[in-house]
């Protein structure tokens, strides 16, 4: 082979490998101390709400302390709207949320701070 072909992929080649680093967060995910949220659909039907939440390393001895609950009523198009709050524990420098029902895989993300009260909303298309 040539110098001319081997030389540019090589350069090409580290470039490519230092254009890949980026800086590593310091997130810790913590979702073993919230249980999934089981809601009823105004039909009757059972789904099951899961929250996952990201805090920084330095807070996660405040982990335990976050609260969660949910409600389902509906959206007035044939489906429904399950409403999720999320207390974030007093401390907590940011917290970020993330709502889903797996079965009809939607999800929703929300940010706040300790003291706070995270908001998510999920439309299922089921009443």
Known sequence: MRLTRILPAAVLAAAFSFAGVAPASAMVLWCESDPPIQVITPAGNILTVNNMIYVPIYDIQLATQFQASATAASDGAGGTLITVHVQVAWGVSLAHVVS????????????????????????????
């Open 100 to 127: 889903s029902e797996n079965r009809y895989q939607v999800a929703a993300p929300g940010d706040g701070t300790g003291g706070t009260v995270v908001t998510t909303y999920l439309d299922v298309p089921i009443t």
